[in-house]
């Protein structure tokens, strides 16, 4: 269980990796459950950009899903603890979050959409996680703490806003901000726009070919992630990471460099006189790490003066 003695007025709310690690762990299968539902349905997209999540204000969506000549959309709602399926002629389904084993959820969401007529197959396997219990079979991960989530929900929210605010500096390809269910992690991808070395792949229960498919173009990414230190951590990469790229100068200070990425605490930002300012340095240097080193076409990808800021009359 979290700590119920946090403050729930901070603005960067605090929540200990530790105290909410198996509702961490469940959740996360859940969205992958969704997020597979989404991949059964919406047409391909370079990078699996068709399967993705977006945080909304109360959570996580799916957005639009097309079914033949209807569509569908499923959410997160983190706020009231429900996910809630809803059709595009105003059916509406829902399926309450709450402890409940993953076969459970499983079961009950796709009843949930066979009663809405949206009749749906996935490969009902998680990937990216070992031990890979297919979810049908998934006894163990059973945890949801409400106050756990509430306060992660509203880290996604700052986490949102900060990558949103360094994504409008790129008139480059750049990803949307999205919610990649495989690790659990809130990602903005900025690229060169030249292919890349085939990935070698590597993630566990996860086939080559979707890293291959990820990792096609040069790439600097950075992003959130809910696991790793105390409290979680802001990360940033590059791909093909390009030489020198781990030993070049990046901030703020705190800001380490291990197995490929580099590395900010949460608890860091939050803590700071000036979260947005500390995240704005951490993603703005270490993707210039990467750009630089690697050659990118600055001039070309970024934006100009103003144009974040300009209005039309």
């Not at 060169?192 to 990792?215: D, F, I, K, L």
């Amino acid at each position: 269980m979290a700590e119920q003695s946090i403050d729930p007025g901070l603005a960067w709310p605090r929540l200990r990796t530790a105290d909410w690690a198996d509702t961490r762990d469940t959740l996360h299968l859940w969205t992958q459950i969704v997020g597979k539902i989404r991949m059964a349905h919406a047409p391909a997209v370079n990078h699996w950009w068709h399967v993705t999540l977006y945080v909304t204000p109360r959570g996580l969506t799916t957005s639009t899903i097309p079914y033949g000549d209807r569509a569908f959309e499923i959410e997160f709602d983190l706020v009231d603890h429900q996910l809630q399926i809803r059709t595009s002629e105003g059916r509406h389904s829902s399926v309450a979050l709450e402890p409940k084993p993953v076969a459970v959820f499983y079961a009950e969401t796709m009843d949930a959409l066979d009663g809405l007529g949206l009749s749906t197959r996935i490969h009902a396997t998680p990937n990216e996680v070992d031990p890979a219990i297919p979810f049908a079979q998934d006894t163990q991960h059973a945890s949801y703490d409400p106050h756990a989530v509430e306060l992660y929900r509203r880290q996604l929210l700052q986490a949102h806003q900060a990558l949103t605010t360094f994504r409008s500096g790129y008139v480059g390809k750049v990803s949307p901000v999205h919610f990649f269910w495989g690790a659990m992690d809130l990602a903005c991808t900025r690229f060169s726009g030249r292919t890349a070395p085939r990935h070698p792949g590597g993630a566990p229960n996860c086939p080559p070919s979707v890293m291959h498919e990820g990792y096609s173009h040069e790439l600097a990414s950075c992003g959130f992630w809910p696991g790793g230190g105390d409290e979680g951590a802001f990360y940033a990469y590059a791909y093909p990471e390009p030489d020198g790229y781990a030993a070049h100068p990046v901030g703020p200070a705190g800001t380490t460099y291990a197995d490929g990425e580099f590395l900010l605490p949460y608890e860091a930002v939050a803590s700071a006189s000036d979260p947005e300012g500390m995240l704005a340095e951490f993603f703005e240097t270490t993707y210039r790490a990467g750009a630089d080193l690697g050659g990118w076409d600055r001039t070309a990808l970024e934006a100009g003066p103003g144009r974040a800021g300009a209005t039309l009359g």
